[in-house]
């Protein structure tokens, strides 16, 4: 909902990249025809696989006591731009979950291609998260970084997720903290912003829950993350965004 980490988290900007349509990371998912022009301002660019990746295997490992593995590789197609390579990504992640403890880390690096006609572009994300169950309550925290190299030019930035889960009854209440860093043609990194969200789910049966969040979005100037969208907004300003609704599994 309105307190998702991709709300700041799924999103790098790059400054001074040569790449055509502002904000486009090529996939065979583009459109022709091909732009005619090349943008070189700052820009904003999202994975294509980070919800979904097409045309994909994975395998996933038994449980060894408590470890895990998984493998995945996504083939991309030939796109109006004749890059064959585009889409193309491969995941890895290694797992632990034992008594009260989970640990997590996992890569995934995605392909693409310029208007140029080249295979120039390489949108890396790594992860590592760990949780504890206490019992009346179970708190996470979670590293991430995300690097994404456009011709010469590269942006990386790099969040710290915070987050709590309490049950009472038939109730859960829940909170998240996040703050993100960017750099963007350097290695020093600068504040991007950062969010908290509090919510609460009750639960009126196995299959049947309301929920209600409340979330609060903090950009600082030049960036532009808000609630609902991974770039929709003007650089330094906040944004808010409340939902209540009801889920049902069928």
């Given amino acids: 909902g309105v307190g998702s ?34 943008v070189t301002a700052r820009s904003t660019f999202v994975d294509p696989n980070l919800i979904r990746a097409n045309n994909s295997l ?27 390579n585009t889409g193309d990504m491969t995941s890895v ?3 632990y979950a034992k008594g009260p403890l ?6 995934q690096a995605s392909k693409g291609g310029n208007t140029d006609q080249t295979d120039n572009q390489k949108f890396t994300t790594d992860f590592l998260a760990a949780s504890y169950n206490f019992g009346v309550a ?13 011709n010469a030019a590269t942006g990386k930035t790099k969040a710290m997720i915070y987050s709590v889960l309490a049950p009472f009854g038939a109730v859960t209440l829940k909170a998240s903290y996040i703050t993100k860093r960017s750099a963007l043609t ?18 009126m049966s196995k299959r049947t829950a309301l929920y209600v969040t409340y979330s609060r979005l903090k ?18 300003v906040s944004s808010k965004g409340f939902d209540i609704g009801a889920r049902h599994t069928f």
Avoid at 188 to 197: D, E, L, M, R
Avoid at 219 to 236: C, T
């Fill in 93 to 95: 992640s290694l797992n």
């Fill in 102 to 107: 989970t640990v997590a880390y996992a890569n």
């Fill in 219 to 236: 950009n600082e100037s030049n960036f532009a993350n808000s609630v609902g969208s991974a770039a929709a907004s003007a650089g330094g």
């Fill in 58 to 84: 994975a395998y996933y490992t038994p449980d060894f006591n408590g470890f895990k593995a998984s493998l995945m590789y996504s083939f991309g197609a030939q796109n109006t731009y004749s890059l064959k």
């Fill in 5 to 38: 980490a991709g709300n700041l988290l799924w999103s790098t900007v790059v400054d001074g990249a040569q790449i055509g349509d502002a904000g486009t990371f090529i996939t065979p998912a583009v459109a022709s025809p091909k732009p005619a022009s090349f």
């Fill in 186 to 203: 350097t290695d020093s990194y600068a504040k991007a912003g950062s969010q908290f969200a509090v919510g609460a789910v009750y639960d």
């Fill in 138 to 150: 179970k708190a996470a925290l979670g590293y991430r970084t995300e690097k994404l190299a456009v």
